[in-house]
């Protein structure tokens, strides 16, 4: 596989971006998971510079900040937090852990999802919200190329499913190869976020790996497995925690 075509079959994977869609696009996306956090940092910086632009037209903060958050859910198709929904489901259920599941994959939304939901995007236009126009496309760019390493990160050290696009995307990244994944896209986001915007960028990096890690350890008990709606929740909560981090750290 041609680097350009891994590329398309991440875009593919993570927008609705209309650039073709195949049967094996979701094998060929977990096989270049590498450009995640790749994708994801040019993601972020695009979300926030038309986020900066969007303050400059519009007086209102509040209002500039939902409607740049609108084009970030408009550009990924809400897949990501179709997922947290699920997830938020599964976890406030009551029940075994293939009960868990089955509420889980549920296409309704209960009062755990909603709570969920809510809570995250509040907590992400809050923090947007009080960004300085000027910090907006830096510190987007390494939140969401942290919440793709993170996505990486539970790939590598989460248990699969029995079936589904959590079980396609841990049996492609398996021994070897999904080490050597997780180190060369850890290397690269800790890279760019030092460069970009320094320690606040590696604090940004290490506090979406803690979230990653405790949405694990929660899967593993509630769930026994990852599965794709995990990885969606892992995406959101993680890009909401490392720029609350990176905000606090401008507050003190």
Avoid at 7 to 14: G, I, M, P, R, W
Avoid at 124 to 135: K, Q
Avoid at 222 to 238: H, I, K, W, Y
Wanted: charged share 15%.
């Amino acid at each position: 596989m041609t680097p350009m075509r891994g590329l398309k079959s991440v875009v593919a994977f993570l927008t609705i971006i209309p650039i073709g869609k195949d049967s094996e696009g979701v094998r060929e996306a977990a096989s270049n998971m590498y450009l995640f956090p790749i994708f994801g940092a040019a993601l972020g910086f695009f979300i926030g510079h038309l986020g900066k632009i969007l303050r400059g037209l519009i007086p209102t903060g509040l209002t500039s900040t939902i409607l740049t958050i609108s084009i970030l859910y408009l550009v990924t198709g809400l897949h990501h937090f179709d997922g947290l929904l699920d997830f938020g489901d599964g976890v406030m259920a009551h029940g075994s852990p293939d009960e868990k599941i089955s509420i889980m994959r549920d296409k309704s939304t209960g009062a755990g999802g909603f709570g969920l939901g809510l809570l995250n995007t509040l907590l992400l236009a809050s923090c947007m919200w009080s960004i300085p126009a000027v910090e907006l496309p830096p510190l987007m760019a390494v939140s969401e190329a942290s919440a793709k390493l993170v996505m990486i990160l539970v790939v590598v050290i989460g248990k699969p499913a029995q079936d589904g696009l959590g079980a396609i995307f841990i049996s492609t990244l398996t021994g070897r190869r999904g080490k050597i994944t997780l180190i060369t896209s850890l290397l690269f986001t800790i890279g760019v976020s030092t460069l970009t915007i320094g320690i606040r960028g590696l604090v940004g990096v290490f506090s979406a790996l803690t979230i990653g890690i405790l949405i694990e350890y929660i899967s593993n008990i509630n769930f026994r497995c990852v599965t794709g709606d995990v990885l969606g929740a892992v995406n959101e909560l993680s890009r909401t925690f490392s720029l609350l981090t990176m905000v606090t750290l401008n507050w003190i």
